[in-house]
């Protein structure tokens, strides 16, 4: 075998090792890149919201009205106080003074706050029998039971509560001794029942 054609399968020889290397190379897969990292986004900060203040109304404290005080005039009908005037008559307290009706101080608790007793005729300075005595006075209820079953215990007869929660006592006689109307708010009196008719109360509108 000469030396040219050693070379020539030499030369060969190398070039299929040369494409087999290269055949390998390429038959390998190449690695999958992996997912490229994002970076973490930054929170993003909210501002808390101030409180706002709420504006408080504080509520004004009432006051109960004064209650009206009791007088003649408004403790009487118009329809009476018309026929006082066509007989000339007039009409004064006998509260304090030494005669008079004086309904209330038998009470357990004596005379309620603001009573009054109303006489009415020519005058104080004229003596006579023609007159007509009306008395009034605000009770509450605790009162008004006290008052009430006194006057049972002491003989007074007892008449059905109307209607209206009015409840009427009468004595054994026709008067003087009179007669007590106790209403839900106050208590009347006068020295005949028939005559509980021309009371009325001051709060009561005219």
Do not use: K
Not at 163 to 187: I, K, N, Q, R
């Amino acid at each position: 075998m000469t030396t040219t054609r050693l070379w020539i399968i030499a030369g060969s020889a190398a070039a299929v090792v040369a494409a087999l290397v290269l055949i390998l190379v390429f038959a390998v897969p190449l690695p999958t890149p992996g997912p490229t990292p994002t970076s973490t986004p930054t929170p993003t900060r909210t501002a808390t919201p101030t409180p706002t203040a709420t504006a408080t109304t504080t509520p004004t404290p009432t006051t109960a009205p004064t209650p009206t005080a009791a007088t003649c005039e408004n403790t009487s009908t118009e329809q009476y106080q018309a026929m006082a005037r066509s007989n000339g008559w007039v009409s004064w307290s006998t509260v304090d003074e030494q005669i008079g009706a004086r309904p209330f101080d038998d009470f357990p608790g004596g005379p309620p706050d603001g009573w009054i007793v109303c006489r009415w005729g020519a005058g104080p300075e004229v003596a006579t029998d023609n007159i007509i005595d009306l008395a009034w006075a605000r009770i509450d209820p605790y009162n008004a039971v006290s008052a009430m079953q006194h006057l049972e215990e002491t003989g007074w007869a007892r008449s059905e509560t109307d209607a209206s929660g009015a409840t009427l006592f009468t004595s054994e006689t026709s008067g003087p001794g009179g007669a007590f109307l106790f209403t839900p708010s106050d208590v009347r009196w006068a020295a005949y029942a028939e005559y509980l008719e021309y009371i009325t109360s001051p709060d009561e509108p005219r």
